[in-house]
Each structure stands twice: as structure tokens, then as C-alpha cells.
């Protein structure tokens, strides 16, 4: 009896069929499937191939479709971990809510929050904490002890004043237990303070609002520009000046990227709160979509909900908005759904951070 096989070099996304030695038909989708399949088939030609004249290349068939799956996987691994560019920024990490945030901007050298400690953030050397709840701030002795087993630098994390003295307790428990050093910069930076990352790069807290002290940071870049009085100077002239010693230019901070943690909708209307509405990018939480959860239910509980995003939409003066730490309870098509809504209402482009969140389909 002769065995039929058909699409199965096309696996990964199809189904294929074999009809066994008692015409029965089998649907293998996953590789699970196949690895038993697999070692099945082998074993029934093993012991009927010399008999039977079965055909041989049914293993290496299903290795084959194997081999293509990996390759799937692996590539959607890629594009998962790969985040979303905008304004030239490439932004990773993971945000939902209760469970973990991590957001970071590579090129910035900076993540905001540590969550769980993600693996991509221990490169990071500057380490930005808005608050002390544990899916925001639970990884962080761990962020400290991984740089110093690569033998990376002792880390700058900054914390709302707030909460300063009780995170150096927090390392000298984990001192205590572990016996390690855990070396690091503990930075308590106030709203309105500025701090400096390099020379082209500041930070700003600003006030946010949540059910525990909290704040965000605004990340500024920093450019020298010639004073206009000094405008109509020559070269020679202007150089003649700065070797005297004369202030020639002026300091231009420009918000780039802006993250707000965990906050209600009310941080938007605070006047001091203006350059975190008009940096390239703000990075900024929509906990709650839609009416299953309503406005109330989310300022009960610190957060903000999609529609008091639209409600204040007039104010947002930035060329991309990034929403993340969205209830678990919603799946990709629901927040892509969310993300077209408020498209409409904003000339920003808006984008979302869905790593770790489950499609319908899948």
C-alpha cells in the first residue's frame, strides 16, 4: 500500500497529510506532532522497508519541515525582540500591567524601570526608577548583581528622593544574604532637578500621579548655539572673544524622549509639565481600553484609561506617542484596535509596545 504525502515542505503555516499504512488520515500541525510522527514512521520502516519497498524519504521530509519551523520561530522571535523605531529612537522592552515594565532606549544608553530585570536592560548604565511597586522596581538588586558578573561598571539608577533611603535598605538586605557588593550610583533626583548623563544629554524628573509617590523623566539633548549679539562676528572675531573668555553661545535643551510610568491623566494639564507633551517621544501608560473598565475604575487604581488620552488629545505636542502597560486582559488585535482610535485624534504617530501579549489567533 503506497503512503501518501502532500504540503508538507510548506508545514509551518499548513497542514499536511499522511495517509498511513491503514489509509487513516493524521493532521500534524505542531512539531510536537511531528517528532512523533517522525519516530513512528522510522520505526514502522525499519521493520517493513525490506519487505514492504516503503519509500525512505519521509524522515528526512518531516526534518526538513522541522528545520523550516525553526526557522519561523526564531524569526518571530527577532521581530518581537526588535521593539519599534520611532524618531529615530529603537525602543524595547516589555510593559504590562502588573506584571513587568522595562523600557529601553539603547541608543540613550537608558531604561526606565527594571521590572524583572530583562536581560537587555543589564547593559544599560543609566537606570531610571518612577516608583516602588514591585512589577516596576522587583528586578533591581538583580540588574546590579548580573553587570557585576559580566564585569560591567557599577550602574547609575536614579529614584524619587522618596524612596532613596528605603532602596539602600533594600541592597543591604541583598548584601546581607548574598555576601556581594553590589556597587552601584544611587542618584534621588527631585522633580525640576536636572542631572547630567554625558555632556550632549540631561534629565528632568517630572510630577506625575499614582497611588504611591511617583515621578517621570524627560531625556534632553543638550547643543551649544551662538548668542544672537554675536551673530554678525567673523571667525576671527568670535574666536578672539572665547579665548578672552566670554560666554559666545547659548545652551539649547531639546526633550527628546519622555517617560511617564505609571500615572492618571492629570500629569497632562500641569503647566511645568509641558516638555514631557512636546519631546520627539513620549512613552507613556494606557493601562485600560474600554468600557469593561471605565475612567473611575482606573483613577481608582493610579492608572489611566485610553479615552481620557483622547479626551485631552489638544495637548500632546509630540511627534510619536508610544502607549504601553496595558491590562493583561487584552490581547494584540485589541490594543492595535486601541492605537488606530487614538490615531484619529493626534497628529503624532502613535505606536504600541506588545511584547508579551497573546493574539486571538494564537
Request: charged fraction near 25%; hydrophobic fraction near 35%; charge should be positive.
Amino acid at each position: 500500500m503506497q503512503t501518501s504525502l502532500t504540503t508538507l515542505s510548506s508545514l509551518t503555516h499548513s497542514q499536511f497529510f499522511y495517509l498511513s499504512h491503514g489509509s487513516v488520515t493524521r493532521t500534524l500541525t505542531t512539531a510536537a506532532d511531528l517528532i512523533r510522527c517522525g519516530a513512528a514512521a522510522s520505526n514502522k520502516r525499519s521493520a517493513s522497508s525490506a519487505s514492504s519497498g516503503a519509500p525512505l524519504g519521509f524522515v528526512s521530509a518531516i526534518e526538513r519541515a522541522m528545520d523550516k519551523e525553526e526557522e519561523y520561530r526564531k524569526a518571530r522571535a527577532q521581530v518581537q525582540r526588535k521593539g519599534v523605531e520611532v524618531e529615530g529612537y529603537m525602543i524595547e522592552g516589555s510593559s504590562i500591567g502588573g506584571h513587568e515594565t522595562c523600557v529601553i532606549v539603547p541608543s540613550l544608553n537608558v531604561a526606565f524601570d527594571i521590572g524583572r530585570c530583562p536581560s537587555r536592560a543589564v547593559n544599560q548604565d543609566n537606570l531610571f526608577i518612577t516608583h516602588a511597586h514591585l512589577d516596576h522596581i522587583g528586578g533591581l538588586p538583580m540588574y546590579v548583581g548580573t553587570r557585576a558578573l559580566y564585569s560591567l561598571k557599577p550602574p547609575t539608577i536614579f529614584v524619587p528622593p522618596s524612596i532613596k533611603a528605603d532602596v539602600e535598605k533594600l541592597f543591604e538586605v541583598h548584601r546581607s544574604m548574598s555576601k556581594d557588593e553590589l556597587k552601584h550610583d544611587l542618584v534621588a533626583l527631585d522633580v525640576g532637578e536636572t542631572y547630567e548623563i554625558r555632556n550632549d544629554l540631561v534629565v528632568r524628573p517630572f510630577r506625575t500621579h499614582h497611588v504611591i509617590p511617583s515621578q517621570g523623566y524627560v531625556i534632553y539633548s543638550v547643543r551649544k548655539k551662538l548668542k544672537k549679539q554675536y551673530a554678525h562676528l567673523k571667525g576671527p572675531q568670535i574666536k578672539k572673544l572665547k579665548v578672552s573668555g566670554v560666554e559666545i553661545t547659548d545652551t539649547i535643551l531639546s526633550p527628546e524622549v519622555a517617560f511617564t510610568g505609571d500615572t492618571m491623566s492629570d500629569f497632562i494639564q500641569e503647566p511645568r509639565n509641558a516638555d514631557a507633551l512636546r519631546a520627539k517621544v513620549l512613552i507613556t501608560e494606557a493601562t485600560f481600553l474600554d468600557e469593561e473598565c471605565d475612567i473611575e475604575q482606573a483613577r481608582e487604581r493610579g492608572h489611566m484609561h485610553l479615552f481620557e488620552i483622547m479626551e485631552h488629545s489638544q495637548w500632546f505636542r509630540n511627534k510619536a506617542i508610544l502607549l504601553t502597560h496595558f491590562s493583561s486582559r487584552y490581547k494584540t488585535e485589541d490594543i492595535r484596535h486601541a492605537v488606530s482610535k487614538l490615531q484619529k485624534r493626534v497628529s503624532a504617530k502613535v505606536v504600541a509596545l506588545t511584547e508579551g501579549f497573546k493574539s486571538t489567533y494564537s
